[in-house]
């Protein structure tokens, strides 16, 4: 339907005012462009069949809604059919409370939503507590919930209130610098940059811990896991393998230096390379971290896209994932 929508507006089909929600449009036309519109509409898909209901003495319904032209404006009220009654679960029934409550809170919760003029919000006001009565409840605790509902409209408008104020002034962009913190001059900096519109920050950065940095030891590059590249170096071959592993990259290392020393080409990539090549000299084979990685159902995906994004490779596959992303990426 968006599609549908965006294809008419490009062509100047659509009238001014057209909001839908999901099946159910409001559209304010011409009266004379009603039916013309219609057959429009109609002809773009055999599958989606447009039907029309025009407003009745400046009256029509929409959702749950009943507009009506008053003034040049749109008035405001809910709106039931003909069929509708009072009853609901009663208050005697055996239901949980909240399948009890349900209707009533939905129907105060729209009360206090709807921007309903006083004439309308004192009609449904009196709808609900009458609905109320009929079921068995008591109109004390149907008054509760309204007053419980109105200060969460109130509390909730107040607040998208302030946070637009504190975005605007957001927006408002102030110059700011930041110093490491000096309690002696501290005070003084700031009084005379605030005079000139700039907001200072003060960070800490003489802390003994700063100037010591990390009590840990830095781990090797190989003794982390992840995915890693191989390189040729015989007769400047400059050939890479990729690869992954859940242990430490040194260790893999080995393993393939291991399949040269002791002619297993089937069991390694790289001895295959060192075979067909010639370049058997494993000295000259040196490894790289590429990634690291602990999380071992990312080692696939990081695996195929370096594989894919460097042509000149040994690898015997693309790897376990082949997508058409690693293209664009």
Known sequence: MASFEMRLKNQQILPKLWLRYVDDVFAIVDKNHIRNLLDILNAQYESINFTMETEINGCIPFLDLKLTRVDGKIDIAVYRKDTSTLRYITSDSHSPIQHKMAAFNSMVHRLCRLPLSVK??????????????????????????????????KKS?????????????????????????????????????????????????????????????????????????????NNNCNQ????????????????????????????????????????????????????????????????????QKNPNNFNADDGNINSHLFSII
């Open 120 to 153: 309308n919000y004192m009609a449904e006001h009196q709808y609900i507590l009458k609905a109320a009565k009929v079921n068995g409840y008591r109109s004390s605790d149907i008054e509760k919930m309204i007053v419980k509902h109105a200060k969460k409209v």
């Open 157 to 233: 408008r107040l607040t998208t209130f302030f946070s637009q104020q504190k975005t605007q002034q957001q927006s408002v962009r102030v110059p700011r610098a930041t110093f490491n913190y000096n309690p002696i001059i501290t005070n003084k900096v700031t009084t005379e940059f605030r005079k000139y519109g700039f907001e200072i920050g003060y960070s800490n950065k003489n802390k003994l811990a700063n100037l010591l940095g990390s009590a840990k030891d830095s781990t090797n590059e190989l003794e982390k896991s992840g995915i890693y590249e191989i390189t040729c170096n």
């Open 240 to 307: 890479k393998y990729y690869g992954q592993t859940k242990r430490c990259i040194g260790t893999r290392f080995k393993e393939h230096l291991s399949c040269i020393k002791n002619g297993q080409p089937s069991r390694s990539s790289v001895a295959m390379h060192a075979f067909n090549e010639l370049h058997l000299n494993i000295s000259l084979y040196s490894i790289k971290l590429l990634k690291h990685i602990t999380n071992e159902n990312r080692l696939d995906v990081y695996e195929s896209y370096c594989i």
